[in-house]
Structure formats: C-alpha cells, structure tokens
C-alpha cells in the first residue's frame, strides 16, 4: 500500500518534477491537491488519477485532516507561506514534507519544528541533494576515507533570475534572494559532505541599486566557513550570473569535483588521487535516478518504519542560523560566531 500525499502549490517545481516523480516512486501516490486555482487542479488532478473532492484550497486547507488518504501534506509554496502551512498541516495530524529553505528564518523554522513535535507529526525538509546518488557517492568516498582529511569546499550554484515581479525577489514571500534559494545548496552540501558544522562565517553581499530586480534582496553572495577540524569552506552564489553550478571537495589524499551540480539531471563526479607516483582521475559510473522520488520515497519509509527522516525539520534550521550569521557578517563587515 502506497503512502498518498497532499501537494500543496502546483507552480513549476509541483507540475515539472514533483508530480511526474510519483512515477518513479516505490512507496507514494499523489491523492490529493492544494492550489488557489480550481480549474488548474482539475486538470492536473485528471493527469494523475486524482478525485476532484481531494481538490482543496487554500481556506478549506485544513479539511485535509479529514482525508484517510492522505498521510503526508508536501508544501511547494513560495519560502514565506512555509510556516503557516506547516504549521496548519501538523493540525490536521499528517506528517510533513516541506520545500527548501524551510522557512525564511531561524524563528519561523523553530515554530515549525515545535508545531510538529506537539502534534506527534514527522516533519522533513527536501534537501533533495541528500538523496541523490552522486551526492551519495561522493559522501561515501569522504566517509572511507578517500579524500583523507578534507581541508577545502569550493562551490557555486548561481543562475539569472528575469521577471521582477516575481516573488523569489520579494522579502517578504522569499526570506532574501540568492543565499536562501540557490546559495542554499552549496552551504548545505558543505556540511553534508563533511559531516561538520561550521562555527564561524565570513561574507560579503552585493545588491545594486539600479537593478529593479533587486531593490529587496541581494544579487550576490559569497560567504566563507569555518568548521573546527580546518575544513574551510569558499562560497559564491548569484541571481545575476549564466547559470553555474559546480563544488570541489578537497582532501589530503584526493580531490573530487561534480560539475555541473546541483541540478535536476546531468550531475558529473570525478575524482583525482596519487596512485603510487602517477596522478589518476576517476569517473566513477553512476546511474541517475530521480531525486524527488527517492526523497519522498525516504519519507514513507520513516513513515512506514516509525524512523525519523534523514533531513528533518532540525537540518533545515541549522541552515537558516548560518544564514542569519552570513548575512549579519555582510551587514556588520566582522567574522560572525554562529549561534547553536
Ligand atoms: P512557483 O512560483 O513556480 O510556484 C509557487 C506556487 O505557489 C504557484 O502555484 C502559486 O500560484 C502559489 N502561490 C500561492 N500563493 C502565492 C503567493 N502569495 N505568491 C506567489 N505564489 C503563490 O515556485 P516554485 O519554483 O514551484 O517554488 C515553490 C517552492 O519550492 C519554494 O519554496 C522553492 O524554494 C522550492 N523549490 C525547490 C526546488 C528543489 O529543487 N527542491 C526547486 C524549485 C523550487
């Protein structure tokens, strides 16, 4: 028996990858929707076998608690509509996947994650990243030890963002610009990647004044790490780049690089090591696989099996204290501690 989920939000992550990666999953179908616009749902639900009584909107949201069928509420919703409609989905008494960033701050996600505990509800945070088999592979190669100690992060994940009406440019639905949508992954890739946390962050921030697109949010970040065996971490991420998404992991032993990263399709991992005086480069084969389904999939499991997710709500609030923290580096212009 398949675990149902309630999407929440049917924009272009719910229609392009979400939905179809019901396709690819072993333990989820989508039951039920969650959208503003009915005549939408209708159509999407048709598509995928969904009843139009599981057409919900965002006033009846709640009734979902009344819905057997369904056990997980997914909420794809710009980063600002993130902490209430946790917090109403925990209500209902169904677990809950949220979209990165969790939320667009350290407060709000500490709010969710108290709002899922009191109603004895899951909550994971999709770090899809996390469940993607290059990422995994390159984990693996850290935790056997391949890289030896790792001493060096380099990454960028960056792309243009045009329209500027949308709402990834408006503070108040998207908590900031590039750093908590994009920039996101590279600082959650350092700390999965090693395994550490960083202490200290350094950063600066570039909002041009004469760009319509960014008179609320940065164009621009990049922010340094610090975590305390000397792993460092080198970041850039923008709204105002071509797209580039690259990371090197730099050990004593070895390199790894994966580019491009972060994407949807088409990562790329190699890795490089002495093997005895000679210099060899490896590229290992790895099978692509859908990330949205194994990630889901990781959920009904937990569900499934009482286990708590890989990426809970407590992952998606340690990003955001960083982020608090690069952010008050760029403003301050000092080296800030980042609070536990
Ligand atoms: P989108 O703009 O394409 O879709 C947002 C949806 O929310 C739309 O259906 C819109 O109608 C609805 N909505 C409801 N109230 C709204 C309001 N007040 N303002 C604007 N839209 C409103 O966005 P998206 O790219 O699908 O992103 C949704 C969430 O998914 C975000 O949190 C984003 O960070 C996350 N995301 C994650 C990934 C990933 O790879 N995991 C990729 C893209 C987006």
Known sequence: QRIGFAIVG???LSLNQILPAFGHSQYCKPVALVSGDREKALKVAGQYG????AIYNYANFDQLGKNPEVKVIYVVLPNGMHEEYVVRGARTGKHILCEKPMATGSREAEHMISACKEAKVKLMIAYRQQYEPHNLALRQLVTEGKL?????????NSQQQGDPTQWRL???LSGGGCLPDVGLYCLNASRFLSGEEPTEVMATIFQPKDDPRFTEVEASCSFSLKFPSGFAATCTTSYD???SQFLRLEGTKAWADMSPAYGYHGNRLKWSHLDGDRETEIVPQIEEEDQFALEMD?????ILEGKTPHTP?????KDHRIMEAIYDSARTRRIVVVST
């Open 148 to 156: 030896g100690a790792l001493r060096g992060f380099v990454s960028s």
């Open 10 to 12: 049917l924009g272009r």
């Open 241 to 243: 780049v071509h797209k």
């Open 298 to 302: 990781h959920f009904a499991e937990c």
């Open 50 to 53: 969904i009843a139009p009584t």
């Open 170 to 172: 408006k503070k108040s």
């Open 313 to 317: 709500g407590e992952e998606g609030l």
